[in-house]
């Protein structure tokens, strides 16, 4: 099983990022993903989830109204759309997947988000 996020980089407060996430050897539609972002110096959290056929989406409170998570089943991608960052947004991010009846999870190896100006 391989999960690979992309599309992370720099960016102005107030800027736009989109990151995807795609996933390999793996049964996409049986899985439950969701996204999750470690700045420096603290724990990991959890920002956004989509369950498996994408009808339900939960989303941390501090990014509420400023990210969405979609996925897209046939091309077996998972994106989290972010606007209006702001500089506490920075972050390594990280997609994982989990099985929806063991739960069983997998990591993808991150990618950088910064916010500054």
């Known amino acids: 099983v391989q999960v690979v996020e992309s599309g992370g980089g720099s960016v102005e407060p107030g800027g736009s990022l989109r990151l995807s996430c795609t996933a390999s050897?793996?049964?996409?539609?049986?899985?439950?993903f969701k996204w999750f972002r470690q700045a420096p110096g603290k724990e990991r959290e959890l920002v956004a989830g989509?369950?498996?056929?994408?009808?339900?989406?939960t989303y941390a409170e501090s990014v509420k109204g400023r990210f969405t998570i979609s996925r897209d089943n046939r091309r077996k991608t998972v994106s989290l759309q972010m606007n209006s960052l702001k500089v506490e947004d920075t972050a390594v991010y990280y997609c994982?997947?989990?099985?929806?009846?063991?739960?069983?999870?997998?990591w993808g190896q991150g990618t950088q988000v910064t916010v500054s100006s």
């Open positions: 989509i369950t498996s056929d994408g009808g339900r989406k």
């Open positions: 050897g793996l049964t996409f539609h049986y899985y439950v």
């Open positions: 994982k997947a989990e099985e929806i009846v063991t739960t069983n999870g997998y």
